[in-house]
């Protein structure tokens, strides 16, 4: 595979293929050729994600599978090297967070605004489309955001996770009015809830199976945290935890982790006329008790990625609303050893978090 592209840049272009199960590979990696709207964009920070994790153990996400050589990643930002002929709003220096899914802008869902929903949607590391792993990507510009002087690179490809939280705090109309409740203490229910609080919630309650995790939310702003179980049989009398916990009525129920447990007990937490948003994606099929929850007219809202939230993140993090920073517990390099021992201690999970690279 060639890089001829990027020979007067100092050698080959090199990337973090996924080339089978479990096996990771540092190989040349041919930049596309740089379109009039594009910029080319040194990668300086780079996020492992659990879909990641997920694509290397499996060769699969959801119903998406890896079924040739992908290069991996999607939590990125870095320095502008060249711009397209048309690009008038960065010039090469500029320090950007890039969002990582190219919608096609015609389809009904982008002319309504829903962009996110695109059925065309070209996203980093979801196959067949290479991720951001690289030394170098070609993107359009027009999804690469300008970082502000005090906002760090590392911030900057937070931007993507914590886009997620923004997005479901959005879709569940969160406030300065509403008690939120977060299931799972996860990277996404951590970012759920710095979002929650910056949205002006007023208690934030959040639930997991692993008392580090919940200590770390605890450390970030949560106003209480309960811990669980995973047995089935549980939930009635942790519903009753949780409530205590609240010391009001649960406005809202954020599901970060998406398994039928903690979908029953976001179901049987919430309020009558309450929301319960659907944000994980553990199990793809559930048996919930959604009758009695619709009865008491308990809404259901899904969440996939996210739509215009990195200005609105990059606000949150210049004014101190937001830090992410506490969220990257783990730190490699960009080379073969360090990429495997990287993405080992990212699938290990204990006290890693956020396992980020620095290229």
């Known amino acids: 595979m060639g890089s001829q592209g990027d020979v007067r840049n100092g050698g080959e272009n090199m990337a973090a293929w996924l080339v089978a199960v479990n096996t990771l590979k540092i190989q040349p990696f041919e930049l596309p050729p740089l379109g009039p709207h594009d910029v080319r964009v040194r990668m300086k920070a780079v996020g492992i994600c659990g879909s990641d994790v997920h694509y290397l153990k499996t060769l699969r996400c959801a119903h998406f599978v890896v079924e040739e050589p992908m290069v991996i990643g999607h939590e990125c930002a870095g320095i502008i090297e060249e711009i397209g002929s048309e690009v008038t709003h960065l010039v090469p220096g500029d320090r950007v967070a890039l969002e990582p899914g190219i919608s096609c802008w015609r389809c009904s869902y982008c002319k309504q605004g829903s962009y996110n929903l695109c059925p065309e949607m070209k996203f980093f590391a979801t196959p067949p489309v290479h991720g951001s792993l690289a030394n170098q990507v070609v993107h359009p510009a027009e999804l690469c955001f300008k970082l502000p002087d005090d906002i760090s690179l590392e911030e900057g490809a937070m931007c993507e996770p914590l886009s997620v939280g923004v997005h479901a705090c959005r879709r569940a109309n969160v406030g300065p009015e509403t008690n939120v409740l977060i299931m799972g203490a996860g990277p996404i229910g951590l970012v759920a809830l710095l979002a929650a609080r910056a949205f002006g919630a007023p208690r934030v309650v959040i639930v997991d199976v692993d008392e580090f995790r919940l200590s770390v939310a605890k450390d970030l702003g949560a106003s209480e945290t309960v ?100 969220l990257i517990t783990h730190r490699f390099g960009f080379s073969q050893k360090e990429v495997e021992d990287a993405f080992e201690t990212s699938a290990r999970g204990g006290s890693a978090i956020k396992v980020m690279f620095n290229l």
């Open 227 to 326: 811990q669980v179980s995973t047995k089935a049989e549980d939930v009635a009398g942790e519903v009753e935890l949780i409530k205590k916990a609240m010391g009001e009525a649960v406005d809202i129920t954020l599901d970060c982790a998406g398994f039928t447990k903690t979908m029953t007990t976001a179901l049987n937490v919430t309020r009558p006329g309450g929301k319960v948003c659907l944000v994980g994606m553990g199990h793809n099929e559930m048996t919930v008790p959604l009758t009695p929850a619709a009865a008491r007219e308990v809404d259901v809202v899904g969440v996939f990625r996210y739509k215009n939230t990195w200005p609105l993140c990059i606000d949150f993090l210049r004014s101190g609303k937001i830090d992410v920073k506490p």
